[in-house]
C-alpha cells in the first residue's frame, strides 16, 4: 500500500492545507466582511480582522429596516423561515414517498412492476430544470404558485432515493419477511417495525442531502414566487444586489449568506456520525 | 395438539409447458408429538416441502391439514406453526427479549403473560443472561437458541426446522443436536425437520422421510430406514460409506455380474435383473480365493481410527468393506474373497429401483 515517510507526509499536508484555505478562506472572507461596516468594506485592501460592526448588521439583516446609506433591508428572518419550511417538507416528503414507493417495488408482486420501476429510474434523467416549463404551467394552473404547496410538491418526487431504499430492501434477508409473516406481521406491521428500524441510517443520510437541496433550491422558487412573505433566503441573496446606481449593502449581503450557510452546516454537524454510518455502513 | 397430514401435495412453478414440477404428490402422516426428520440431497425438494407447511409456499394441488384443520388457504401465522430458519432471521434491531415477544405482542398476548413465557423460554435455553442484547451481540450457538426461542414462547401445534444447525461449526452441532433431543422429550411437540445430513436425520428422527427428486422415497423410523431401505437410492444416500450396489442377472442361487458368476449363500427372492446391496461393515473378507467365490481386488486402504476402510474392485464395481481397527486386513494388490450373510443381503428391482423380498 502507501509507505509512510516524512517527505510523502509533508507532501500530503500540504495538499490538505492548500485544500483547506481555498474552501475556508471564501467563507471566512464573507464573515468578516459580515461585521464591518460598509464604508470599512469598501476600502482597499479590505481589512482582514473582524470589524466592530456584527451585531448591528445581523440585527439588520435578520429583522430589516433602514440602511446606514438610506437603503431598505427586507427581513431576512422571514425568508430563513420559508426556506426552512420548504427544505423539511421536500426532505421529509422525499423520505416518505421514496420509502412507500421502494417498499412497494421491493415486496409486492403486481402487474407491471418492473415496467413502474424502471419509469421512477429513467426521471432520474429529468432534473427540475429540465420540466421546468411544464411544471410551471401545471402549478400555476393549480393555483400554487406562491405557497409552500408550490414551492415543495413538484420537488417531493425523488427517483434517486427511491433507487437507494431498493438497493438497501433487496439486501434485507427474505427470512426476515418470512419470520415476520409466522409471527403474524402484516405488510405494514413488517415494515414498520422491521424495514423503517433498519434504514435509520440510510433515512438520516438522505435527510441531511435532502434537507441541503431543498435549501439550496433557487430557480424554481425564482420562477413561481412573487410574492415577498414566499421569497426563500437563497434567492433573497440575489434581489439584495441594487440594480442600476444603488449602492450594495455588502455588509448586509454577506451576513445574510453567512445566515443561509448555517442552517445546513448544522444540520450536516448535527447528523454528521448517521451521515456517515449511511453512506458507508451495510451492516444489518 | 398437532398431527400433520400430507395428502397428494403437488408443487409447481410457472404453467402450461414450462411448468416446473418440484414435489410430485407426496402422502405423509405425522402423528401428535412425533419428531420427524425428512432428509435428502440438495435440491429434493425437502426445504420447499417444509415450506408448503409453513404457508411461506403456495401448494399447487392436494392438501395439507395440522391438527385436523386443513391450512391450505391459512397464513403462516393462522396455522398455529412456529418456524426455526438456516440463518435464523432474528431481527437484528431487536434485543433478545423483543425478537422472543414481537409474535405475541402482534398476536396482543398481555404483557405480563409476554414476560412470563419469554422468561420461561429463556430459562429452558439458558438465554436469561442475554435477554437485553442484541443478536450481533451473541455467537452463532446463541443467536440458534433465540431462534429456537421464538418458537418455543409461540407454543404452537408444530415446530418446523429447516436445516437449523448447519450453520454451526461441528462441535456446537453435535451439542445442539442434542438439545434440541431434549427440548422435544420434555414439549412433545410435533416437529418437522429438514436436513441434508444424514446424521443429523438419524439421531434426531423418531421416523424419517427420504426425499428425493420431489419424491418421497421411503419413510420409517431410522431403524427401519437403514437395514430395510425401499429404494436403491435410500440404500445409497443412508449410510457412510455408502451401501456396495452390484447389478446383476440373478437365477436361483448364482448371481451373473460383470462377466462373472457369483455363487450366494441362498437363492435369491426373485429371478430377472436385480441390484445386489451389501452394507460395508457386513462384508466378511476371506483370504482363499475359492471357486464360486467373489474376488475382490484391493486397491487402497483408509485407517479412521476404530475402523479400517478397504476399497477394492469387484469385477467393474467398486467395492467397500469396513473392518475392525485391529483386524487382519489385506494389503493393497492382493486379491481376497468375500461373503456376506444372507440375512445382510439387500434385493432391488434393476428397473424400478425398489426393494425385493423381505
Redesign the interface.
Same mark, same amino acid.
Given at each position: 500500500m502507501i509507505e509512510r515517510s516524512p517527505v510523502f507526509d509533508f507532501v500530503s499536508h500540504v495538499v490538505l492545507a492548500i485544500g483547506v484555505v481555498v474552501i475556508a478562506f471564501p467563507v471566512y472572507l464573507t464573515f468578516i466582511a459580515s461585521t464591518q461596516t460598509p464604508q470599512e468594506i469598501i476600502q482597499a485592501p479590505m481589512s482582514l480582522v473582524p470589524g466592530s460592526n456584527m451585531i448591528e448588521t445581523y440585527r439588520l439583516a435578520l429583522f430589516g429596516g433602514e440602511t446606514s446609506m438610506g437603503g431598505r433591508v427586507s427581513p431576512v428572518g422571514h425568508m430563513m423561515w420559508v426556506s426552512l419550511v420548504t427544505a423539511l417538507i421536500i426532505a421529509i416528503g422525499k423520505i416518505a414517498i421514496s420509502l412507500l414507493s421502494a417498499f412497494a417495488i421491493v415486496y409486492f408482486r403486481f402487474p407491471f412492476r418492473s415496467l413502474v420501476f424502471w419509469m421512477i429510474f429513467v426521471t432520474l434523467m429529468l432534473p427540475v430544470e429540465v420540466r421546468i416549463f411544464p411544471t410551471y404551467k401545471v402549478v400555476a394552473d393549480l393555483g400554487m404558485l406562491n405557497s409552500y404547496a408550490g414551492l415543495t410538491i413538484p420537488l417531493i418526487a425523488s427517483a434517486t432515493a427511491t433507487f437507494l431504499f431498493r438497493q438497501f430492501f433487496l439486501t434485507v434477508p427474505d427470512e426476515l419477511v418470512e419470520a415476520a409473516r409466522i409471527d403474524g406481521a402484516g405488510p405494514m406491521r413488517f415494515f414498520k417495525d422491521v424495514l423503517l428500524p433498519l434504514s435509520t441510517t440510510s433515512i438520516a443520510a438522505l435527510f441531511v442531502i435532502q434537507f441541503i437541496y431543498g435549501w439550496n433550491q433557487y430557480l424554481w422558487p425564482l420562477l413561481m414566487t412573487s410574492d415577498d412573505s414566499m421569497y426563500p433566503i437563497v434567492m433573497g441573496i440575489k434581489r439584495m444586489f441594487g440594480g442600476g446606481d444603488a449602492a450594495n449593502e455588502w455588509n448586509v449581503i454577506m451576513a445574510t449568506a453567512i445566515l443561509a450557510m448555517v442552517p445546513p452546516a448544522l444540520v450536516v454537524l448535527l447528523m454528521q456520525r448517521w451521515f456517515v454510518k449511511g453512506l458507508v455502513d451495510a451492516e444489518k | 395438539m398437532g398431527a400433520i397430514s400430507l395428502r397428494k401435495v403437488v408443487k409447481r412453478y410457472g404453467t402450461g409447458a414450462a411448468a416446473n414440477q418440484v414435489i410430485h404428490g407426496v402422502d405423509a402422516e405425522v402423528s401428535d408429538g412425533e419428531f420427524v426428520v425428512i432428509v435428502g440431497p440438495s435440491g429434493c425438494g425437502k426445504s420447499t416441502l417444509l415450506r408448503m407447511v $409453513? @404457508? &411461506?409456499e403456495e401448494i399447487t394441488s392436494g392438501e395439507i391439514a395440522i391438527a385436523g384443520r386443513v391450512v391450505n388457504q391459512l /397464513?403462516? $401465522? /393462522?396455522r398455529d406453526? $412456529?418456524?426455526v430458519?438456516?440463518?435464523?432471521? &432474528? #431481527?437484528?434491531?431487536m434485543t433478545v427479549f423483543e425478537n422472543m415477544a #414481537? @409474535?405475541l405482542k402482534? $398476536?396482543r398476548v398481555p404483557m405480563a403473560e409476554i414476560r412470563a413465557r419469554v422468561d420461561k423460554a429463556a430459562a429452558i435455553l439458558e438465554l436469561a443472561p442475554f435477554l437485553a442484547r442484541r443478536p450481533r451481540e451473541l455467537s452463532g450457538g446463541q443467536r440458534q437458541r433465540v431462534a429456537m426461542g421464538?418458537a418455543i414462547v409461540r407454543q404452537p401445534a408444530v415446530y418446523l426446522f429447516d436445516e437449523p444447525l448447519s450453520n454451526l461449526d461441528a462441535k456446537l452441532r453435535a451439542q445442539t443436536r442434542l438439545e434440541i433431543q431434549k427440548l422435544h422429550r420434555e414439549l412433545r411437540t410435533t416437529s418437522l425437520f429438514v436436513t441434508h445430513d444424514q446424521v443429523e436425520a438419524m439421531t434426531l428422527a423418531e421416523r424419517m422421510i427420504v426425499m428425493n427428486a420431489g419424491r418421497m422415497e421411503q419413510i420409517g423410523t431410522p431403524d427401519e430406514v437403514y437395514h430395510r431401505p425401499a429404494t436403491t437410492f435410500v440404500a445409497a444416500f443412508i449410510g457412510s460409506p455408502p451401501m456396495n450396489l452390484v447389478r446383476g442377472e440373478a437365477q436361483g442361487t448364482g448371481f451373473r455380474s460383470g462377466g462373472q458368476v457369483l455363487s450366494l449363500p441362498a437363492p435369491v427372492p426373485r429371478a430377472g435383473e436385480l441390484v445386489l446391496g451389501i452394507r460395508p461393515e457386513h462384508v466378511e473378507l476371506g483370504s482363499d480365493v475359492a471357486a464360486g467365490g467373489w474376488p475382490v481386488k484391493v486397491q487402497a486402504l483408509e485407517m479412521l481410527g476404530a475402523e479400517r476402510l478397504v476399497y477394492g474392485t469387484l469385477g467393474e464395481t467398486l467395492f467397500t468393506a469396513r473392518l475392525d481397527a485391529t483386524a487382519r486386513h489385506p494389503a493393497i494388490g492382493d486379491v481376497v474373497n468375500i461373503a456376506a450373510r444372507p440375512e445382510h443381503m439387500h434385493w432391488f428391482d434393476a428397473a424400478t429401483s425398489m426393494r425385493v423380498g423381505h
Open positions: - | $409453513a @404457508g &411461506l /397464513e403462516p $401465522a /393462522e406453526i $412456529a418456524m430458519f438456516q440463518n435464523y432471521a &432474528l #431481527y437484528p434491531h #414481537y @409474535g402482534i $398476536a421464538r
